[in-house]
């Protein structure tokens, strides 16, 4: 099965070594300033892989480990999009906060399809299925953030002139920043409008070189770029409130600049 998606053998370990040097390389040449980041995320990638292929058979096995292991996810999720956000080192409080909009409603949404039978109660449904829906709220939510925060440093002066009409602070914050923030949802958006027409998802292959019906597996691929969809909905909407609302301490920066 292998060999009908990719061959495994020395010439992948080669293309793979070769596709991050190019890509750092390229990064560095087109003076993007990632070059760094570039070289650091391929080294701890093929690390924090590795050591997940070496410790994910005993995970699987037992059903409070796998509950750890997403937790840990949750955490490390948290962590990375509150540094984005932010735009420095989160302090463990920013963190704890950024897993509202980054692990909450993927967590309710595993916990829920468990419940229901709909996910069996394993480590190997648990562990992808709750990973799949935290990165794609991880992402939003970094991604929101971000606009929503810029976009309020560049128009601070409607914020400002909207406060001096009367209108609380919060509704001036959420009218300038709503509309930027809300194209973080673009992506998943893209993902779900364009599937089985410019991408054909890694799942939905799987299940088919694996035996499963085409029919089965689009139904499986559906499930995961819904959940996606709405996962990433919920860190949008909760990702602005918390900017509008100038609870992390960047948003109460932003205001008095």
């Known amino acids: 099965m292998s060999d009908t998606v990719i061959r495994i053998g020395p010439a992948l370990a ?41 410790v994910l058979g005993v995970l699987v096995q037992h059903l409070w480990a796998s509950a750890g292991f997403v937790a840990i996810m949750a955490l490390v999720a948290a962590w990375t999009s509150a540094g984005r956000v932010l735009d420095r080192r989160p302090t463990v409080g920013e963190a704890a906060t950024m897993l509202l909009p980054v692990a909450a409603a993927s967590i309710v949404v595993v916990a829920i399809l468990v419940a229901a039978g709909v996910l069996p109660s394993t ?19 970094s991604l929101a953030g ?19 009409l009367g209108i609380s602070d919060y509704h001036s914050r959420m009218e ?19 599937v089985g027409l410019v991408t ?15 029919a089965d597996a689009a139904v499986m691929q559906l499930f995961v770029l ?7 909905s919920c860190a949008l909407v909760l990702t602005t409130e918390l900017v509008g609302r100038a609870t992390l301490p960047r948003a109460a920066e932003a205001r008095h600049v």
């Open 14 to 54: 080669v293309a793979v070594v070769l596709s991050a040097i190019a890509a750092t390389a390229i990064a560095y040449l087109g003076r993007t300033g990632h070059h760094r980041a570039v070289a650091w995320a391929s080294v701890r990638a093929a690390v924090q892989l590795g050591l997940l292929a070496l």
């Open 123 to 141: 480590g190997l449904a648990v562990i992808p299925s709750a990973g799949i829906m935290i990165g794609g709220a991880m992402n939003t939510t």
């Open 146 to 164: 971000r606009r929503a925060f810029d976009e309020l440093s560049a128009r601070r002066g409607e914020v400002e002139a909207a406060m001096s």
């Open 176 to 194: 300038v920043c709503r509309s930027a923030a809300a194209t973080a949802l673009v992506p998943a958006l893209d993902q779900t409008r364009t």
């Open 200 to 214: 054909i998802p890694g799942a939905f292959v799987g299940m088919v070189l694996g035996g499963a019906s085409p």
């Open 226 to 232: 819904f959940s996606i969809l709405a996962v990433s």
